[in-house]
C-alpha cells in the first residue's frame, strides 16, 4: 500500500492561494493516477482533480480555472496549487492514489477560507 501525507493546508482569506503537497513514500510514476478530493461539513467528498502518470488532468466544474493539480515524479509528490479561493472551498482536503489494485487515502488537510 502506498501511504499519502498530505500538508499545506491552513486559514486564508478570500481571493488568497494555497498549495497544498501529497508526499508518498514510493515513486508517484508508478501510479495509475492520483487525485485530490475534499469534504465540507454536512457535504459529501467531492472530487476535485486528477493527474495521470502521463500528466493528463481533470477537474471539477467548482475549481476548474482555479485550481492546478500537478505532479513531481522526482520528489514523489503530488501538489494542488489553489487560487481565488472561496468560503466554499473550506473543507478538508485528501489525497488519493491509485496503485496496487486499490484506492488510497492520506489522513487530510484542513483548508480554510474565512475573512
Known amino acids: 500500500q502506498v501511504q499519502p501525507v498530505e500538508s499545506g493546508g491552513g486559514l486564508v482569506q478570500p481571493g488568497g492561494s494555497l498549495r497544498l503537497s501529497c508526499a508518498t513514500t514510493?515513486?508517484?510514476?508508478?501510479?495509475?493516477?492520483m487525485s485530490w478530493y475534499r469534504q465540507a461539513p454536512g457535504k459529501k467528498r467531492e472530487w476535485v482533480a486528477s493527474v495521470t502518470n502521463s500528466r493528463s488532468t481533470a477537474y471539477g466544474d467548482s475549481v476548474k480555472g482555479r485550481f492546478t493539480i500537478s505532479r513531481d515524479d522526482a520528489r514523489n509528490t503530488m501538489f494542488l496549487q489553489m487560487n481565488s479561493l472561496k468560503p466554499e472551498d473550506t473543507a478538508v482536503y485528501y489525497c488519493?492514489?491509485?496503485?496496487?489494485?486499490?484506492?488510497?487515502w492520506g489522513q487530510g488537510t484542513q483548508v480554510t477560507v474565512s475573512s
Open positions: 488519493a492514489v491509485f496503485t496496487g489494485g486499490q484506492l488510497n
Open positions: 514510493e515513486s508517484t510514476s508508478s501510479f495509475n493516477y
